[in-house]
């Protein structure tokens, strides 16, 4: 059973930093892109960053400067580096893989639970 376990977030103060984590766990064949999307209540899920299999990265226009992603293959891991934060960073954050289970299979998404980021003024 394939899982991505979240961790990080958290509370953190408008111009401050936070971190998040996210592992695959399973037995899988390959890992394609990974990600963070974050949502609002009652807000479209959106793209926060993304890096493929060799490490090129996508931002949105709104954490460009302010945001890192990046990854360990070997310890299927994916993170999230938040610098000057903001209030309108508060959402929940999601992490997503784009893998596949077995040689033969075609890739699909999976998802983490979701981890809180809330940004104070």
């Known amino acids: 059973q394939v899982q991505l376990v979240e961790s990080g977030g958290g509370l953190a103060q408008a111009g401050g930093s936070l971190s998040l984590s996210c592992k695959v766990s399973?037995?899988?064949?390959?890992?394609?892109?990974m990600g963070w999307y974050r949502q609002d209540p009652g807000k479209q899920r959106e793209l926060v960053a993304t890096i493929t299999s060799d490490s090129s990265t996508d931002y949105a226009d709104s954490v460009k400067g302010r945001f890192t992603i990046s990854r360990d293959n070997a310890r299927r891991m994916v993170y999230l580096q938040m610098n000057s934060l903001k209030p309108e960073d508060t959402a929940v954050y999601y992490c997503?893989?784009?893998?596949?289970?077995?040689?033969?299979?075609?890739?699909?998404?999976?998802w983490g639970q979701g981890t809180q980021v809330t940004v104070s003024s």
């Open positions: 399973g037995i899988i064949n390959r890992i394609n892109t």
């Open positions: 997503n893989a784009d893998l596949k289970l077995s040689f033969s299979s075609g890739y699909r998404d999976y």
